[in-house]
């Protein structure tokens, strides 16, 4: 091979890793984002869990009748 086709494939070459670990920081982004999202909803439903437990262990008091005007 001349320089002129060495240097081309040395830059091909690394522009294909580039490209390679561009994607793979994508999918771990992208897996990263749904796990946080997975989290985000299973501790909304444990709130809201601890929510409910606490209601129903409160006494209910009575509503107070409306006063007439």
Do not use: C
């Amino acid at each position: 091979m001349s320089e002129s086709e060495d240097r081309y494939q040395a830059a091909y070459n690394q522009l294909n890793e580039t490209l390679v670990a561009v994607q793979a920081e994508h999918e771990r982004l992208h897996a990263t984002s749904e796990t946080a999202e997975q989290n985000l909803g299973t501790f909304a439903d444990a709130i809201a869990a601890a929510a409910d437990s606490l209601r129903a262990t409160i006494p209910q008091q009575p509503e107070a009748p409306a006063e007439s005007a």
